[in-house]
């Protein structure tokens, strides 16, 4: 859930109704947009949700390997991706690694564990000059990324593994500052706090 600057609520609701919930302050259903497939508006697998200080609402589509930002009415305003290569050797946390197609990461039907496929997203508060940073996690090859809110990569860290600065399916992140991130992982059953250095 994320929430906007007149304390609506927004919902990913991901795993049944492929759509974007609103509520508001006091419970009362304002509406949903999306629906299931790859078209622009449309998700497969919305996965985590954040709301920048401008009210635009950015969704983890995850499935579709993007993430699509909307106002608060539901209107599509951009969509972004993250390519940026895997590493050869990259880890898996479990199970087979996975494949990315000859043609690149977007010919893949599911793209739930592509590289830049976003599992979790987090905002930081406006910093000096109202900037803010966006982050997302992968689930492979576990990376967390920085990003501009337009969409430029700044940087990454972290990979996929057991030990502390590596990550197992990162489900949620928090960001109250650019350099101190929260990270709550599945596989690991734990939460790691990180204090982020230039």
Request: charged share 20%; hydrophobic share 40%; proline share 9%.
């Amino acid at each position: 859930m994320a929430w906007d600057s007149q304390g609506n609520t927004y919902i990913s609701d991901g795993y049944i109704n492929s759509r974007v919930a609103k509520v508001a302050p006091d419970g009362r259903w304002l509406g949903s947009w999306g629906s299931p497939g790859s078209a622009p508006g449309e998700f497969n697998t919305l996965h985590s949700i954040a709301v920048d200080a401008r009210d635009q609402v950015y969704v983890a589509d995850r499935g579709n390997r993007r993430i699509q930002v909307f106002d608060t009415n539901g209107k599509l305003l951009r969509i972004m991706q993250i390519n940026v290569p895997s590493p050869a050797d990259a880890p898996v946390a479990i199970g087979n690694r996975p494949v990315v197609p000859a043609a690149g990461p977007d010919a893949a039907p599911v793209k739930t564990m592509m590289p830049g496929s976003p599992w979790a997203l987090c905002i930081t508060p406006p910093g000096k000059g109202g900037d803010q940073t966006l982050f997302v996690a992968d689930a492979w090859p576990g990376r967390i990324y920085k990003l501009t809110l337009d969409g430029k990569v700044q940087g990454w860290l972290g990979g996929s593994g057991k030990q502390l600065k590596q990550f197992g399916w990162i489900h949620a992140m928090a960001c109250p500052t650019e350099n101190s991130l929260y990270v709550a992982e599945l596989l690991n059953w734990r939460l790691q706090k990180l204090t982020l250095r230039p």
